[in-house]
């Protein structure tokens, strides 16, 4: 008889994957870690196979969890897709969510269309601000889900997109070749702010802090105008912009990872099925595994 696999195990073990810990991913996936120990056993069992190897405080996965993974990542997909179209067309009420404005031009379009969609009877209220804030909005329970940048909390951020890091300028302007180098960055407390004065720093070259602004839409504007050198993510590219390389003497930037955050005092069924269509929508992770 086929052993089939049971779906609630597959989440866990793809946060696991994911996150590196099996304490992180008892976080996202609201179970105590002895559960999420149980869980990950249970699996082993089931397919006959280990899927962990311990790295110093890391899990890490062995060949067979690797090979698991991208049928761990399609089964629950499909999953959040067959209960989203069959399971809960009543509901109704008002979700919050929360994105960036550097990607709300490029996501939310397609995530309202979806979920409107199926959910008609739903008030979805937005809330576009930069993802150390929607953090402090999280924690203080005023939104139900956040899209953020992961790397601007600590806290456990369900990891569905990664996208490059790019520096950006006009594609009419030659303000690159400035010495010193004027820059349109993100508030003090911006990890991508950091992460680009630091590549900066270690090839020698001479900057100056021309803008800065917590909205995107200002930041682009700088760069789109000539006055100034920025960091996006791929997303956030608009017409008008040249993405400057390590041939124009720009250092590669790291990959910036986008995930969810949910409301850690209350979970609604409103927000669980928000989150599927927003990984429907969005998810590069499982269709970069299954290539």
């Known amino acids: 008889m ?3 696999l049971d779906v609630d195990q597959l989440r866990t073990f793809v946060a696991i994957a994911e996150t590196g810990s099996f304490t992180r991913a008892a976080e996202i996936v609201h179970k105590t870690q002895s559960a999420v120990s149980m869980q990950m056993k249970r699996l082993e069992e089931r397919i006959a196979r280990p899927l962990f190897v311990r790295d110093g405080r890391q899990s890490k996965l062995t060949e067979d969890g690797e090979r698991l993974l991208d049928y761990a990542r399609r089964i629950v997909k499909l999953n959040v897709e067959a209960v989203s179209a069959f399971g809960d067309e009543e509901l109704t009420g008002r979700v919050r969510l929360g994105v960036p404005d550097d990607y709300a031009d490029r996501y939310l379009p397609e995530i309202m269309a979806r979920f409107s969609r199926v959910y008609p009877g739903v008030e ?34 369900e990891v569905f997109r990664q996208e490059q890091l790019l520096w950006v300028t006009s594609s009419r302007h030659a303000i690159h070749l400035d010495q010193p180098l004027p820059l349109a960055l993100g508030r003090s407390s911006c990890k991508w702010r950091h992460s680009a004065i630091e590549s900066l720093d270690r090839i020698g070259r001479s900057h100056r802090l021309l803008f800065s602004s917590g909205n995107a839409g200002a930041i682009s504007a700088a760069v789109l105008a000539g006055l100034a050198v920025s960091v996006s993510a791929t997303s956030g590219l608009r017409p008008g912009m040249r993405v400057l390389t390590p041939a124009d003497g720009f250092p590669a930037l790291p990959p910036c990872q986008i995930g969810l955050l949910r409301n ?10 928000l989150a599927g269509h927003i990984v429907s929508s969005l998810d590069n992770l499982s269709a970069a595994a299954a290539e």
């Not at 850690?264 to 099925?273: K, M, N, T």
């Open 2 to 4: 086929t052993t089939l």
């Open 124 to 157: 979805l209220t937005v809330v576009c601000e930069p993802s150390v804030d929607l953090v402090l909005r999280i924690d203080g329970g005023d939104l139900d889900i956040a899209i953020v940048t992961s790397c601007e909390t600590t806290r456990a951020v």
């Open 264 to 273: 850690p005092h209350e979970r609604s069924a409103l927000a669980d099925a």
